[in-house]
């Protein structure tokens, strides 16, 4: 298992995994690729589980696995090696759009589509009425902060607000998962630390679990538990 520590000061033992409780559960997970005549090892043996209300930071340097580790967890991408189940969410195929929500470094925000258009988007994928879309993009919005721009396009936002956008977009569903591949990545420290107060209140008193991998160390701080990833391997993970 990695070693999860409750930060700042506190470490304690990682959760341990729980196949018939966790969202995401993953057993000695690996992915390697073919990248011409080399094979290139993205992610060796990954053992763990996220738990509904889990707040999870995965730090590491750049190449170290995180995005992979996501990507699996998300169910865009399929391991070569180990079980990666969703005990509660169901198959996998069955994940998206509305039981795991992706938010990626770049909003990802379609262009001809208002602000309020693009969070009622995965709702109305998802199957959900226009009336039931429209009311949950408004709320999501609300809760981040941004009614005032619902109807604007892309195109006029700032990147901050962008980002808050596809945060929207995330929570307008009420997914039980949010995954977070470097949201902030692209932000200055203060936009980032906004953010992310904005993004913690709205979770505040849900029991939707985040795993946010982030280079920001002051917004790692601020989560319940640390992953760490080096060169493939969840630090400390064991067989």
Same mark, same amino acid.
Request: glycine share 8%.
């Given at each position: ?7 700042p ?12 409780a ?46 992979? *580790?996501?990507? %699996?967890? $998300?169910?865009? =991408?399929?391991? /070569?090696?180990? &079980?990666?189940t969703?005990?509660? +969410? ?20 379609l ?9 009622? *988007?995965p709702l %109305?994928? $998802?199957?959900? =009425?226009?009336? /039931?879309?429209? &009311?949950?993009?408004?709320?999501? +919005?609300?809760r ?8 604007k396009?892309?195109?006029e ?12 977009r995330?929570l ?5 998962l949010i995954l977070?591949d470097e949201? /902030? ?5 203060p936009?980032?630390q ?6 913690l209140a709205?979770l505040?008193g ?7 991998a982030?280079?920001d ?8 538990t ?14």
């Amino acid at each position: 298992m990695p070693n999860a520590m409750t930060l700042p000061n506190t470490e304690r033992a990682a959760r341990p995994p729980m196949p018939q409780a966790a969202l995401v559960d993953a057993q000695g997970v690996g992915r390697d690729y073919q990248r011409g005549a080399t094979r290139v090892v993205a992610l060796i043996d990954a053992t763990c589980a996220v738990a509904p209300g889990d707040r999870i930071a995965l730090v590491g340097r750049s190449g170290s696995g995180k995005s992979t *580790l996501l990507h %699996l967890m $998300g169910g865009l =991408d399929t391991p /070569t090696s180990g &079980a990666l189940t969703w005990p509660v +969410l169901g198959p996998r195929a069955t994940l998206r759009p509305t039981k795991v929500a992706l938010v990626f470094q770049m909003p990802s925000l379609l262009p001809p589509l208002t602000v309020v258009e693009n969070v009622e *988007l995965p709702l %109305l994928l $998802g199957r959900a =009425d226009a009336t /039931t879309a429209r &009311a949950a993009a408004l709320d999501a +919005l609300m809760r981040m902060e941004l009614t005032s721009i619902a109807d604007k396009l892309p195109e006029e936002l700032s990147g901050g607000q962008a980002q808050r956008v596809a945060l929207a977009r995330a929570l307008a569903y009420h997914p039980p998962l949010i995954l977070a591949d470097e949201p /902030t990545g692209q932000l200055d420290h203060p936009t980032a630390q906004h953010l992310f107060d904005v993004l913690l209140a709205a979770l505040n008193g849900t029991d939707s679990a985040l795993v946010i991998a982030t280079h920001d160390l002051a917004i790692a701080e601020r989560m319940n538990t640390l992953w760490r990833m080096r060169h493939g391997r969840l630090a400390g993970a064991t067989a």
